[in-house]
């Protein structure tokens, strides 16, 4: 077993329930190759650990922001909750040191791995709002999470990549790109989809992703880059 006590020291928070910490970690996985462990996987954690994001994202930038509306807001949001940012930031916190995960969960990397950082990243807080309560998470989620704000609102980040992509397709090629499925993999649980951006009958750049939604969002973000337009 890690030891948690590590990561409480690096983040300097102490668990009452330490079992709240480990199961923030857990993968469904490690329960296929660990069936005797006392504890479940992170789902239920994670689930409730979203709801706590959300909750303090959206009051944090309701309170900041009182001339902005409704719909700029929520692309704000958006921009700090979506897995990419919080697989960054669960990286750069170490949380990758912590995964309790199958054998063969524990070789993968790339997309697959960022999307079970990102959902150890909510099951975490889901931990720390049951062990330590609402103004603890929104100390954690302060630090950590909204102090990426700035550099999203400098780097206009809460675009919309597919919306940007099309607006200058249409603008410099004079065409309109669409968007097709090229592979998809895995249980229905954890789905991933390989998307590509189309132009004409050119596939200009692919994306990845936990839906196909994401997966377009990708695909234009790397079109934009691969085509200079960002």
Same mark, same amino acid.
């Given at each position: 077993m890690k030891d948690f006590s590590l990561l409480e020291s690096s983040l300097s928070v102490s668990f009452k329930e330490k079992n709240f910490l480990v199961q923030a970690f857990i993968h469904r996985s490690y329960l296929n190759e660990n069936p005797d462990s006392n504890l479940q996987h992170n789902e239920r954690l994670e689930f409730l650990g979203d709801a706590v994001? #959300?909750?303090i994202v959206t009051e944090n930038l309701y309170q900041q922001y009182p001339?902005?509306? #409704?719909?700029?807001?929520?692309?704000?949001r958006a921009a700090l909750v979506n897995s990419k940012i919080l697989s960054e930031i669960a990286r750069s916190l170490k949380f990758n040191d912590f995964l309790l995960l199958s054998r063969g969960e524990g070789h993968e990397e790339g997309k697959a791995r960022d999307y079970i950082l990102a959902n150890a990243m909510e099951a975490f807080i889901g931990a720390l709002y049951l062990d330590q309560g609402l103004k603890v998470c929104e100390k954690f989620i302060t630090e950590h999470i909204l102090s990426r704000l700035p550099v999203i609102l400098s780097d206009k980040l809460f675009e919309d990549a597919k919306s940007r992509f099309q607006e200058l397709a249409q603008e410099k090629v004079g065409n309109t790109p669409t968007y097709q499925v090229i592979e998809e993999w895995g249980p229905d649980h954890a789905k991933n989809f /390989?998307?590509?951006?189309?132009?004409?009958s050119e596939i200009i750049a692919e994306g990845r992703g936990t839906? /196909? @939604? #994401?997966? #377009? @969002?990708d695909a234009a973000s790397q079109g934009l880059k691969k085509k200079g337009w960002v």
């Open positions: 994001l #959300e909750l001339d902005k509306p #409704e719909g700029e807001l929520t692309t704000w /390989k998307v590509g951006v189309v132009i004409g839906s /196909k @939604q #994401e997966a #377009e @969002q």
